[in-house]
C-alpha cells in the first residue's frame, strides 16, 4: 500500500526552482514579500499588473533587489582576514574598482570607481580582496559619503595600516533622470585615515597617484 503523503505534492516547476536557487543565494532577503510590493507599486500608477508584460515583473524585481541589496547578510570583513605578513610599507594603490550601488533616498542606481591606497602596517592584502570589499558596501542601500568612509574604516581597523585613503568618483542616476537632471555630472567623495590625514605630503602624494596623468 502507497502512503500518498510520502509522494512529493510539488514536481518543481524550472521557475519554481529558480526561485529556489536564487533565495539561497541571498538568504535573508525576503522575496516574495517584495513581489507583493512590487505589485502594489505597479496597481498605485495606474498599470494593471496582471496584463501581459507585467506578469512576471514583481517576481524579476524581487531577485534583483536580492541581488543588488545581497551585502546586507554579507560581512566585508571575512574578505580582509587572509592577508600577507611584508615588510612592504609603500603606498599600495588600487585604482578604477568599478561598482555599482543604490542610492538609499531614491532607491536608484548610482555607479563609479573607487580608489583605494594603504600603507600596510605589516599585513599586505590580496588584490582582489578591496574589490570584493568594495562589492559588499556597495550591495546596500547607500549612501556614497557613508560607502566611502565604511570602507575606509574597515581596512583601517582590520589591516591595521599605516594609512588608508579612498576616494569614490561616481554617477548617480538620481541626479541624471530625474529631479535636477544633470546628466554627467561627477560626485567625488574621499575619506583619509591615519598618515594620509596627517601628513600632508603623504596626501599629496596618494592624490598624485590616484589622479596623475588623468587630469
Ligand atoms: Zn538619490
Not at 548617480?172 to 605630503?201: D, E, Q, W, Y
Request: hydrophobic content about 40%; glycine content about 8%.
Amino acid at each position: 500500500m502507497t502512503n500518498p503523503a510520502s509522494l512529493p505534492t510539488d514536481t518543481g516547476s524550472l521557475d519554481g526552482e529558480q526561485a529556489e536557487l536564487s533565495r539561497a543565494a541571498s538568504p535573508g532577503v525576503d522575496q516574495p514579500r517584495i513581489e507583493r510590493a512590487v505589485r502594489e507599486i505597479l496597481a498605485a500608477v495606474g498599470e494593471d499588473p496582471d496584463r501581459e508584460g507585467l506578469r512576471e515583473t514583481p517576481a524579476r524585481v524581487a531577485r534583483m533587489y536580492a541581488e543588488l541589496f545581497g551585502g546586507l547578510h554579507e560581512d566585508p570583513r571575512s574578505y580582509l582576514q587572509k592577508f600577507f605578513s611584508e615588510a612592504y610599507d609603500e603606498v599600495v594603490l588600487v585604482r578604477d574598482i568599478s561598482f555599482n550601488s543604490m542610492c538609499e533616498h531614491h532607491m536608484l542606481p548610482f555607479m563609479g570607481v573607487a580608489h583605494i591606497g594603504y600603507v600596510p602596517g605589516g599585513r599586505v592584502l590580496g588584490l582582489s580582496k578591496l574589490a570584493r570589499v568594495v562589492e559588499v558596501v556597495a550591495r546596500r542601500p547607500q549612501v556614497q559619503e557613508r560607502m566611502t568612509e565604511a570602507i575606509a574604516n574597515l581596512l583601517m581597523q582590520e589591516l591595521a595600516a599605516k594609512g588608508v585613503a579612498v576616494v569614490i568618483e561616481a554617477t548617480h542616476t538620481c541626479m541624471t533622470i530625474r529631479g535636477i537632471r544633470k546628466p554627467g555630472s561627477l560626485c567625488v567623495t574621499s575619506a583619509m585615515k591615519g598618515i594620509f590625514r596627517s601628513n600632508v605630503s603623504s596626501r599629496a602624494e596618494i592624490m598624485n597617484l590616484i589622479y596623475g596623468g588623468r587630469r
